[in-house]
């Protein structure tokens, strides 16, 4: 079993920065392929970013792009959330998750661990 648990969130205003941390326990993650969603009130979780098992490959969600950075270090089992210039549409509960597999997915139900999610207010 693995154990993913989020911290970093908070409130922020517009157009600035937040940096999310995911600490997987239980299992190493080294094979494993992480990603980052979100829900905010009332819509469905959506794909944010997803990074490769080395870390070599990441992809972001359009929405996101060029704003936000993912990155993991295999070492520690971590992997991170660097979000810039949030905008009024970022505020959302932010989940990392992770599937055990090389392949990366955009999919929700690709991921079979999910941490506890952590909120990210954000204000105008």
């Known amino acids: 079993q693995v154990q993913l648990v989020e911290s970093g969130g908070g409130l922020v205003q517009a157009g600035g920065s937040l940096r999310l941390s995911c600490a997987a326990s239980g299992r190493t993650l080294i094979r494993s392929t992480l990603a980052w969603f979100r829900q905010a009130p009332g819509k469905e979780r959506e794909f944010v970013a997803t990074?490769?098992?080395?870390?070599?490959?990441?992809y972001y969600a359009d929405s996101v792009k060029g704003r936000f950075t993912s990155s993991r270090d295999s070492a520690k089992n971590t992997v991170d959330l660097q979000m810039n210039s949030l905008q009024p549409e970022d505020p959302a509960v932010y989940y990392c998750?992770?599937?055990?597999?090389?392949?990366?997915?955009?999919?929700?139900?690709?991921?079979?661990?999910w941490g506890q999610g952590t909120q990210v207010p954000v204000s105008s």
């Open positions: 998750a992770a599937r055990e597999y090389l392949t990366t997915s955009w999919s929700q139900y690709d991921y079979n661990y």
């Open positions: 990074i490769s098992y080395a870390g070599q490959s990441t």
